[in-house]
């Protein structure tokens, strides 16, 4: 991927940014704005950090006898029992069958840009930082709004995954959300919750975390990765995610799949001087254990 450095300034970059589609080498173009793009998608969506997204080649995607739409069909963990015997006894003979989900795709588009090349010449800052403020951030909060709806219905009407306890947020109703989670067999693999809410941790008592409230006065709260040892996701969405809930998910193997049939693209196209551009990709979120969520909301 090809970075703006101290030596190269923004105009250069915009300026063979442009030549490249003035030159009809719209291609390039395209492929120097999506890599860009695709780096700073990753930062901004929450879903993407809490699954991983794995773009799909064209013969690992599936068909449907009646619609043209993609799918991909995932296999889930048959169940099994063991069961004891003597010595002259055998097993339980039974036919299993391996359950299966499906996982759909959707377009997710941003908003339509038109510019005058002369006017983009006058840009003294990197265009294509522009076109990921603009569009790029846009497309994660669509993903994310879509993954936050799916893991609502998900726990919803569940009293064991859609807890309500006593907030502020601390260390007791952080452990009950663990335990209900690992009652149901489930590891825990990462938290979620809004950078505010997070905050709340500042004020547990260093008797109650001891080390951990060590770092958030020498390094800030913002140099901590972990809680009690588990991952956290921060997000300043709270628009999209409430400032009084946490969320619980489970490892990516328990929990679901992102499949990705494009990743963020950059489309480019030119009449004249006037140059539109937008960008879109294809993903598709898939839970195929809804088990594997635990919601917590704080009163």
């Known amino acids: 991927m090809r970075t703006e450095t101290s030596q190269v300034s923004a105009q250069f970059i915009n300026s063979n940014f442009l030549r490249k589609i003035e030159e009809g080498r719209v291609k390039e173009a395209q492929t120097e704005g999506s890599a860009f793009i695709r780096s700073k998608l990753r930062q901004t969506s ?15 995607i599936d068909r449907s006898e009646d619609t043209d739409l993609p799918k991909k069909i995932v296999e889930k963990e048959p169940d099994s029992v063991a069961t004891f015997v003597t010595f002259k006894g055998t097993g339980d003979r039974t036919w299993f069958s391996g359950p ?23 840009y003294q800052n990197d265009i294509r930082k522009i076109l990921s403020d603009n569009s790029v951030k846009d497309m994660a909060d669509q993903e994310d709004s879509k993954f936050y709806e799916t893991c609502v219905a998900c726990v919803a009407g569940k009293p064991n995954q859609d807890l309500t306890l006593g907030g502020p947020l601390g260390s007791s109703n952080i452990v009950t959300a663990l335990q209900k ?119």
């Not at 929450?46 to 690992?60: H, K, M």
């Not at 299966?100 to 006058?122: C, D, H, I, P, W």
């Not at 951990?212 to 913002?222: C, F, K, N, T």
């Open 46 to 60: 929450f879903a993407r950090e809490i699954l991983t997204p794995l773009v799909l080649a064209d013969d690992e």
């Open 181 to 299: 989670q690992i009652a149901r067999k489930i590891p825990i693999g990462k938290l979620l919750m809004t950078k505010e809410l997070y905050y709340d941790l500042l004020n547990i008592p260093f008797t109650t975390i001891g080390e951990v409230a060590s770092r958030h006065y020498d390094q800030g709260i913002e140099e901590e990765e972990k809680l009690w040892g588990f991952p956290v996701i921060t997000t300043i969405k709270n628009d999209i995610v409430q400032n009084d809930e946490f969320w619980v998910f489970g490892p990516e193997n328990f929990l679901g799949n992102f499949y990705l049939l494009q990743d963020a693209t950059l489309f480019i196209k030119q009449e004249a001087d006037m140059i539109e551009f937008w960008s879109y990709s294809a993903p598709g979120i898939g839970i195929g254990n809804t088990a594997a969520i635990t919601r917590v909301t704080l009163v």
């Open 100 to 122: 299966r989900y499906a996982v759909y795709f959707g377009k997710v588009e941003s908003q339509r840009f038109n510019k005058s090349k002369f006017e983009l010449m006058t």
